[in-house]
Nanobody, 117 residues
Framework: QVQLVESGGGLVQPGGSLRLSCAASGSGFCIYHMGWYRQAPGKQRVLVALISVAGATNYADSVKGRFIISRDNAKTTVYLQMNTLKPEDTAVYYC???????????WGQGTQVTVSS
């Protein structure tokens, strides 16, 4: 059982940066694949970035070169550094965890990111 709490969202101007954090509670963080998803108004939730238990990363084409996902297993926290933000990045961003073996998955409540002038 894992609880996920996102933080760091807010209002930022185009071209700006934000860093999202997802703090995980519960045991076994190091054997969960972690990811960030986002959902814009009127659209489906989509994968933004993921980081595996081994530290391998993958990104949606729309954010490659701009976003960086990382994890700190000692702090049981995953981060999403978002640079050169665009209005189309506006969405609720959700943290996601998937257990390596059981495929049990967990979601955070989300944090709002708004990119606007």
């Amino acid at each position: 059982q894992v609880q996920l709490v996102e933080s760091g969202g807010g209002l930022v101007q185009p071209g700006g940066s934000l860093r999202l954090s997802c703090a995980a509670s519960g045991s076994g963080f190091c054997i969960y694949h972690m990811g960030w998803y986002r959902q814009a108004p009127g659209k489906q939730r989509v994968l933004v970035a993921l980081i595996s238990v081994a530290g391998a990363t993958n990104y949606a084409d729309s954010v490659k070169g701009r976003f960086i996902i990382s994890r700190d297993n000692a702090k049981t926290t995953v981060y999403l550094q978002m640079n050169t933000l665009k209005p189309e990045d506006t969405a609720v961003y959700y943290c996601h965890a998937e257990h390596l073996f059981s495929s049990n998955e967990y979601w955070g409540q989300g944090t709002q990111v708004t990119v606007s002038s």
